[in-house]
């Protein structure tokens, strides 16, 4: 990840500011989507650990359901679930029901109680939500890293119970997974000590018998750069597993996950592909005879 000069974050606090202000306008929208909202659902004793779940009424040819765990984003330390009534929205309206969760936050915790609390909400997934219902984990920036060792790291999967059972996918949006050394001086702290380093880092977990990877990044996301979801590509697929990735011109950390605004969704490549991932599983089971980059260009 890139390090913040001072500049850096007198404009990343504006842009906080107008970001804020966007998600209220695109939050607003998202409530009138077609789904059935049961919100602040404990799965842990922490204020911190609850999550909203989202069954669509999305008519969609009566087949099953796909679930997806959304994993929110905010460099480890911001974030709440209720910001992304938008995301989930949108793929209710896919055809999709639809988990959000919150996670205890540094410094509050460190990597190792963040990760405890994706695994909990993992397996509460497994355990309450229709078990016909194949389960994709989704997450954007920091809430991918974690998302993507979720899937990968078979100790944590392990843990979660049945989840392994029904986990179809995972869907990956400019996630820093191959994050080493670290680039801000509370990260040290963050994923420390120092023998736990190693196990922040996704590319350290790939495996053949993982599920299949649809790893999404912006060209011009100069936060993560796009180099981590290639690294994961290659180094899953280099051990047999199953990898791709699609790179969107014009498109930068943020622009990534506000593609699925109601105001951005339709013509959204992001969401074409997401939709082609989960509801076509033979997408994501198969890799193209070239693996350069491909660029999409149709947004």
Not at 26 to 35: D, T
Not at 81 to 87: A, L, P
């Amino acid at each position: 990840m890139k390090p913040l000069t001072n500049i850096d974050k007198v404009t990343a606090r504006f842009t906080g500011w107008m970001q804020n202000l966007g998600h209220q306008v695109i939050n607003l929208l998202a409530r009138f989507g077609e789904y059935q909202l049961v919100q602040d659902i404990a799965y842990g004793h922490d204020v911190r650990q609850q999550l909203d779940y989202y069954q669509s009424r999305a008519d969609h040819a009566g087949l099953i359901r796909p679930l997806v765990l959304f994993i929110y984003g905010g460099a480890w330390e911001h974030g709440d679930k209720r910001s992304f009534r938008f995301v989930a929205d949108s793929l209710c309206a896919m055809g999709c029901d639809v988990v959000v969760i919150d996670y205890r936050l540094y410094p509050q915790v460190r990597f190792p109680q963040m990760m405890s609390d994706v695994v909990a909400a993992g397996r509460w997934v497994a355990e309450n939500t229709p078990a016909e219902q194949p389960v994709y984990v989704m997450g954007h920036s920091a809430g991918a890293h974690l998302g993507s060792l979720l899937c990968l790291n078979k100790t944590l999967l392990v843990q979660a119970g049945i989840l392994a059972e029904r986990l179809q996918g995972f869907v990956g949006m400019a996630g820093p997974y191959d994050y080493f050394p670290y680039t801000e001086d509370t990260h040290w702290d963050l994923f420390g000590p120092k023998e736990n380093y190693p196990l922040s880092r996704t590319i350290n977990f790939v495996r053949a018998d993982g599920p299949p990877l649809y790893l999404l990044h912006g060209e011009d996301d100069t936060r993560v750069r796009r180099g981590h979801s290639k690294s994961l590509m290659e180094k899953t697929r280099a051990v047999g597993g199953v990898a791709n990735r699609e790179v969107y011109e014009n498109m930068g950390h943020v622009d990534i996950i506000v593609a699925f605004s109601v105001l951005h969704r339709r013509n959204s490549p992001v969401m074409r592909d997401i939709a082609r991932f989960i509801f076509e599983p033979a997408r994501g089971s198969s890799q193209p005879e070239d693996d350069a980059l491909q660029v999409n260009t149709n947004h």
